[in-house]
């Protein structure tokens, strides 16, 4: 991949932001634009780039209960009494 010139793997980043994120090979693109291959082998073995640009919008956040762990597990939050 490192045979690929700077002008293309521009173009090739740039598609890749531009198609829709449930699209095929989106994420496989974005590893092939970047320059080098240290940046290519994290972006490959790593959490993908969109995923993590979308992971902490507001659509992606689960709503859930306004419940504390402390209410969902009483016996696992009970403070351990030291032995005598």
Sequence with gaps: M???PLLARGAISALADRLPYSAYGKNYL???????A???????????????????????ILRGKERSSATSFPIASRPIAPES
């Design 38 to 60: 240290l940046e290519r082998y994290f972006e490959n073995n790593t959490a993908p780039y969109f995923l993590r640009a979308n992971l902490l919008q507001p659509d992606w």
């Design 30 to 36: 974005r590893m092939m634009s970047r320059p080098s």
């Design 2 to 4: 490192d045979g690929i």
